[in-house]
């Protein structure tokens, strides 16, 4: 059974800054692909980023075009945990945060669908104010 634990939401304004972790139990997190993933009231679930597992070469990173230069996904395999670094905060990113862990991708690709992921925290609250 793996279990991600989300924390580091909270209440910032535009143009702020927050950094969410999410800490993953047992022994093979390094194994794991990580995604972010939000949802927003009345809206789908989405991808915000995720990071690949890595390998020699290091890893692959993805973000959705509504984050990709704001936003900063990485890992911390040591750790078993993996973070989301927030910059430059919209209203548009208020929504509820949740990790997930992909056994299935490779080293150089990661997947931006939901249905690819085997695990998922609980999330975490977001939320921007004008």
């Known amino acids: 059974q793996v279990q991600l634990v989300e924390s580091g939401g909270g209440l910032v304004q535009a143009g702020g800054s927050l950094i969410l972790s999410c800490a993953a139990s047992?022994?093979?997190?390094?194994?794991?692909?990580m995604g972010w993933f939000r949802q927003a009231p009345g809206k789908e679930r989405e991808i915000v980023a995720a990071?690949?597992?890595?390998?020699?070469?290091?890893?692959?990173?993805y973000y959705a075009d509504s984050v990709k230069g704001r936003f900063t996904i990485s890992r911390d395999n040591a750790k078993n945990t993996v973070y989301l670094q927030m910059n430059s905060l919209k209203p548009e990113d208020t929504a509820v945060y949740v990790c997930?862990?992909?056994?299935?991708?490779?080293?150089?690709?990661?997947?931006?669908?939901?249905?690819?992921?085997?695990?998922w925290g609980q999330g975490t609250q977001v939320t921007v104010s004008s």
């Open positions: 997930a862990g992909d056994l299935r991708l490779s080293t150089t690709t990661v997947s931006n669908s939901a249905d690819s992921y085997d695990y």
């Open positions: 047992g022994r093979s997190f390094s194994r794991y692909a």
């Open positions: 990071i690949s597992r890595s390998g020699s070469s290091g890893s692959f990173e």
